[in-house]
């Protein structure tokens, strides 16, 4: 084992540590900061912190060093804050509007309501469930997560006792023996209503309605258990292949009053508190009208799109994800809204192939990638009066709001922290057309 000192220059886009000597591993360390490292092979561990941080605090969670997680448990709350306005601030660095300080979480702790957690062996050989390590695939001990819903914490542990019990083996995906790859549980924060999916390499498994019963015995919250049959070799954790063993298949949820379905498959935004606060800013910015067409892409459930309804004309959802549209006519029924209408297609196809189509306020929440080239082409020959842009990846949406630059400009810049304690921040962009460059 090798020790060297080393100096924390500044943290890179995903907050973690730049030192110098540069090392490959992880360091939870912050800017200024110098220590002495032990190195083995590729993994190095912090031996002695010498000039600790102002920002600097000591984190809860016992799991931090070992979990990739979180990035931020070592950092104050008003640090982390000013690392993620800065992020915001450097994606827009292109403006000469100001950023709005950042709308704080007011609770950074167990608020996620959708959490999956990955099955591995432990030293014993019993299947145990974690998370993977920082930037990598190998998988860690995590029992208390302490930005998990407190009931999803306790659900995990039993559905962990429930596989040592009935000896349900984990996957390796080395040598493509077992069964169970990955357990997700979802929560509807105002219903208390939980679903379980249990991510499978086969379509079942021996024993499956015993293990459900003592799993609705230990939790009668549980409302539905999914078995979702994932033979994949890639990273994602469901295959859409899925089996209803217990319950509806899905649960419900309440955001400003009115009524959302959540499927396994469909989107839903994982803060359901500061969800609540990011959509009323977004509809308070978008000055709606009651004369209002709103067009909603990548719209998921169609959550944003429904309660914008009440307060305009028309509105027109966009999602390509089947079981969200499915979940988006469910919520359009429960609430008995008649002025939305919902369309299963691909964003970019869509407003390409609709570029006349007579938009005021077009909302967009794309995947962390952002949109594609065509799409933003096509916005520009659609014209919406007004554009209402919402992201949790700063860079892709500064690189969109650029290309848009032509034809609109940009009214409002305001952070969310949906994500305490990762390095991920929500922000809504309103942007208002003023005619391209040279229009007359």
């Known amino acids: 084992m090798k020790e060297t000192r080393v100096k924390c220059v500044g943290l890179n886009e995903d907050g973690l540590a730049i030192v110098v000597p540069k090392v490959k591993s992880v360091l939870r360390m912050l800017p200024s900061e110098e220590a002495t490292i032990r190195t083995e092979g590729k993994e190095s561990e912090i031996v002695t912190i010498h000039t600790p941080s102002m920002d600097r605090k000591e984190s809860k969670c016992p799991y931090f060093d070992e979990c990739g997680g979180c990035v931020f448990h070592h950092m104050t709350l008003s640090a982390m804050k000013s690392w993620k306005e800065r992020v915001v601030k ?56 302490i ?118 498959s469909s989107f839903f935004q994982v803060n359901p508190k500061q969800t609540e606060i990011l959509y009323q800013k977004a509809i308070e910015v978008a000055k709606l009208k009651p004369t209002d067409v709103v067009l909603d892409v990548y719209s998921g459930t169609g959550t944003i799109g429904i309660l914008m309804s009440k ?54 929440d794309p995947p962390r990638s952002g949109a594609t080239p065509q799409f933003l082409n096509a916005v520009k020959l659609m014209k919406p009066k007004r554009i209402v842009y919402i992201s949790c990846e700063p860079a892709t949406q500064g690189r969109d709001v650029k290309e848009l630059l032509s034809d609109y400009q940009i009214q409002l810049i305001q952070p969310v922290d949906m994500f305490p304690f990762t390095r991920h921040v929500e922000s809504i962009i309103l942007m208002t057309y003023c005619g391209f460059k040279g229009e007359k």
């Open 90 to 145: 450097d994606a827009f660095s292109f403006v000469r509007l100001p950023v709005y300080p950042i709308i704080e979480c007011a609770d950074p702790y167990h608020y996620r309501s959708k959490n999956q957690m990955v099955v591995f062996k432990n030293k014993k050989k019993q299947p145990t469930l974690g998370m993977y390590k920082p930037n990598s695939h190998l998988p860690t001990l995590v029992s208390d997560c």
């Open 147 to 264: 930005i998990q819903e407190k009931k999803s914490n306790e659900v995990f542990k039993s559905v962990q006792l429930l596989l040592r019990d009935f000896k349900l083996e984990p996957f390796d995906e080395d040598k493509g023996t077992g069964v169970i790859r990955h357990v997700l549980v979802k929560e509807g924060y105002s219903t208390g209503q939980i679903m379980v999916v249990l991510v499978l390499v086969d379509s079942d498994f021996p024993g499956r309605k015993v293990f459900v019963n003592k799993l609705i015995a230990m939790h009668p919250e549980v409302k539905t258990v999914v078995i979702d049959h994932n033979i994949r070799s890639n990273s994602a954790i469901l295959s859409n292949k899925q089996k209803v063993v217990y319950g509806k298949g899905f649960i419900e949820d309440r955001l400003l009053g009115l009524s959302f379905k959540i499927s396994p």
């Open 311 to 364: 307060s305009v004309k028309e509105v027109i959802c966009v999602e390509n994800n089947r079981f969200a549209v499915a979940d988006a006519k469910d919520n359009v029924k429960y609430n008995q809204i008649k002025n939305v209408d919902l369309v299963q297609a691909d964003a970019t196809e869509f407003i390409t192939n609709n570029p006349r189509l007579n938009v005021d306020v077009l909302v967009m």
